[in-house]
């Protein structure tokens, strides 16, 4: 089992920066492709963001990249979502996820969102204009 944990979250400007954060439980934490989801009032979750096992290997969603830089540290079992320029409709509740499969790239969870092992209680990011 994997316990996540996400913080960061808050209110900032357009155009401005936050960091993400998702603090892990459990020893495979560091086998696991780990992402980020986000959802908007009214939408459904969409995927943002994921890395692999090892780091190695990231995707993007195409409304994100060159802005957010995803990141882990697996010897302290925490993973980072760095966001910048930031837009108003980045605005949304931000889940990190784990993948239940071990040594997996991140293609799965960019596929498979209702296919998500583990989640995060999320984290409220609000960007004004």
């Known amino acids: 089992q994997v316990q996540l944990v996400e913080s960061g979250g808050g209110l900032v400007q357009a155009g401005g920066s936050l960091r993400l954060s998702c603090a892990a439980s459990?020893?495979?934490?560091?086998?696991?492709?780990v992402g980020w989801f986000r959802q908007a009032p009214g939408k459904e979750r969409e995927f943002v963001a994921a890395i692999s096992w090892g780091g190695k290997s990231t995707l993007y969603a195409d409304s994100v990249k060159g802005r957010f830089t995803i990141s882990r540290d697996n010897a302290n079992n925490t993973m980072y979502l760095q966001m910048s320029s930031l837009k108003p409709e980045d605005t949304a509740v931000y889940y990190c996820?784990?993948?239940?499969?071990?040594?997996?790239?991140?293609?799965?969870?960019?596929?498979?969102?209702?296919?998500?092992?583990?989640w995060g209680q999320g984290t409220q990011v609000t960007v004004s204009s």
């Open positions: 996820a784990a993948d239940g499969a071990h040594y997996r790239g991140p293609t799965f969870l960019r596929d498979n969102t209702r296919g998500v092992a583990f």
């Open positions: 459990g020893r495979t934490f560091s086998s696991f492709a």
